[in-house]
C-alpha cells in the first residue's frame, strides 16, 4: 500500500556529492517519488554497518513513516538491545539499502546481461528513538510496512518486549535511487548476427493464499491479511 506523499515530496533526491550516483547516471532518477516507490515494493532491506572493525550488510525489515521527524522523513530499523551492529550505528554513518528485481534480461552476449531493478541507498547517521510514543509508533510502523493495518490487531506490546527492542531511526533526506527497465542493450553487430535469443523474464513477489496456524481455534483470516495477500497476488 503506497505511502501519502507528503508536501516535502519536492525536495530533490542525492542532495549531497556522497548520495549522488557516479556510474551508470542514465538510470539515476532524481524525483523523491521514485524513492517513495521503492521503499513500497521493498519488504526487507540492508543495513551497512561496521561492527567491531568489520563491514557487514545486514537484512532486516523496516519501517517508513514519510511525515517522520526527521529530515526528509524517517526509516526505522529495530533488533535486540544487545545486537552490536544497532548498538554501534549510532556513532557511525551508515546506509540502508533496498532492491527490487523486476526482470531478468538475457542478452545475445554474456557480458550484456542484466537485471531490470530498483534499487535506493539511504545515508547518514542513525539515532537511537528512545521517547516512548515514537518507540510505540515506530514499531507499529514496522509490522504495518509488512502487512498494511496489522498493528491495530495486535496486543501491545509488554515492558520486556519493549526494554529487549533497540529502535533506530535514520533520516531519508541523503538518498539515491536507479532503475533499468526495457531491453537487453545489445551491440549491433549480435543483433545483426541473429542465430541468439534475446528478451526479458519479468520477475515479481507473489502471495499465495494465507495458512492459519494450527493452534487458531475459530477464526477467519482478518481483511487486512486477505487485503495483503490479494496485493501480492
Not at 523523491?32 to 567491531?52: N, P, Q
Not at 519493549?162 to 538518498?175: D, F, G, I, Q, S
Not at 494450527?214 to 477464526?219: E, K, M, Q
Request: with cysteine.
Amino acid at each position: 500500500m503506497p505511502h501519502p506523499v507528503p508536501a516535502s515530496s519536492s525536495t530533490p533526491l542525492s542532495p549531497t556529492e556522497r548520495s549522488t550516483p557516479r556510474r551508470e547516471k542514465e538510470r539515476a532518477q532524481t524525483d523523491r517519488r521514485a524513492l517513495y516507490d521503492v521503499l513500497d515494493a521493498s519488504l526487507v532491506c540492508h543495513l551497512a554497518v561496521v561492527v567491531d572493525g568489520v563491514p557487514l550488510a545486514l537484512p532486516t525489515v523496516f519501517g517508513v513513516d514519510l511525515a517522520g521527524p526527521d529530515p526528509g522523513g524517517t526509516i526505522y530499523l529495530h533488533g535486540s538491545v544487545a545486537s552490536r551492529s544497532l548498538l554501534q550505528a549510532p556513532d557511525q554513518e551508515v546506509s540502508v539499502t533496498m532492491t527490487v528485481l523486476d526482470g531478468i534480461v538475457l542478452a545475445r552476449s554474456g557480458f550484456m546481461h542484466s537485471m531490470n531493478y530498483r534499487s535506493a541507498v539511504v545515508v547518514g547517521r542513525p539515532r537511537v528513538v528512545g521517547e516512548e510514543r515514537e518507540r510505540s509508533h515506530a514499531l507499529d510502523v514496522l509490522v504495518d510496512h509488512v502487512t498494511p493495518g496489522r498493528s491495530a490487531a495486535l496486543r501491545r506490546p509488554t515492558r520486556k518486549e519493549l526494554a529487549a527492542t533497540t529502535v533506530l531511526a535514520l533520516p531519508l533526506e541523503e538518498a539515491s535511487v536507479k532503475r533499468r527497465t526495457g531491453d537487453p542493450q545489445d551491440e549491433d553487430f549480435d543483433v545483426e548476427a541473429g542465430g541468439v535469443w534475446a528478451g526479458v523474464v519479468p520477475l515479481r513477489i507473489r502471495a499465495a493464499d494465507p495458512v492459519t496456524s494450527a493452534d487458531v481455534v475459530d477464526l477467519p483470516v482478518p481483511e487486512h491479511v486477505l487485503r495483503r495477500a490479494a496485493e501480492l497476488a
